[in-house]
């Protein structure tokens, strides 16, 4: 079974792909900006940016009846690895240990010139 996820209350796709995808027991979450969902616009500064991201990723979490809790891994995008000490504290304030496993890289580029894109890939059972 593969079914898509969809919610007003994260941004919508930007290009041919779904916000999300549920299965049997994994969710796969796209690749998040920090798009504000109501305006489609990216907000400014680096630490609203990141902030922003997680709130869609609890978005997409909560349309699905689940929580940061069942998210097992993450993979972090960003224009300037600069910022990873940043991303680091504010999951820190998100995130209860056991901590889902990430990759966090520095890339050329993000869509929009954001400076931060966060994909997530949740389990249905903990």
Do not use: W
Not at 67 to 96: R, T
């Amino acid at each position: 079974m593969k079914k898509k996820i969809n919610t007003h209350k994260a941004p919508a796709a930007i290009g041919p792909y779904s916000q999300g995808i549920e299965t049997d027991t994994l969710i796969f979450l796209s690749g998040q900006i920090p798009l504000d969902p109501e305006t489609m616009e990216l907000v400014t500064g680096d630490e609203n940016q990141i902030r922003q991201v997680f709130k869609n990723i609890a978005a997409l979490c909560e349309e699905v009846d689940l929580s940061f809790d069942h998210i097992v891994k993450l993979n972090v995008s960003l224009q300037d690895l600069g910022l990873f000490g940043l991303v680091n504290d504010i999951m820190k304030e998100l995130f209860d240990e056991p901590f889902p496993a990430r990759a966090a890289l520095q890339v050329a580029k993000l869509p929009l010139d954001s400076s931060i894109e966060v994909e997530a890939i949740l389990t249905k059972n903990l």
